[in-house]
């Protein structure tokens, strides 16, 4: 495991921001969310930095007041998708 972090740890991060969110750690929980998506992008998963960047702009919008960080999460995970070539994902966002 410790030659292959660069395998798993962006969905272990994506897994704890998940965790943070039901234990209503917000800001840990944003934290955890943007590391999944560095590691992600580092490692070269783009779909994988999809899900957790729209996985956090869901996390925003259910908290009414960061509609506007909710969008940029969104755009984030569009283009992500779009690289990616998943043009149901793209129009599902």
Known sequence: ??????NFMNKLRLLEA??????????????????SIESA???GFIHE???ACEKAG???????????KA??????AREC???WGSSVK???I
Do not use: P
């Not at 965790?19 to 840990?28: A, D, E, I, P, V």
């Not at 919008?61 to 960061?66: A, C, E, L, Q, V």
């Open 90 to 92: 793209v129009d599902s």
């Open 58 to 68: 869901f996390y925003f919008k259910k908290m009414d007041s960061y509609n506007k």
């Open 49 to 51: 930095q999809g899900l």
């Open 71 to 76: 969008l940029e999460y969104f755009k984030q």
């Open 41 to 43: 992008k580092k490692a």
């Open 81 to 83: 998708y779009k690289e």
């Open 18 to 35: 998940e965790q943070l969110t039901l234990t209503k750690h917000h800001w840990r929980a944003i934290n955890k969310y943007d590391a």
């Open 1 to 6: 495991a410790a030659n292959s972090e660069w």
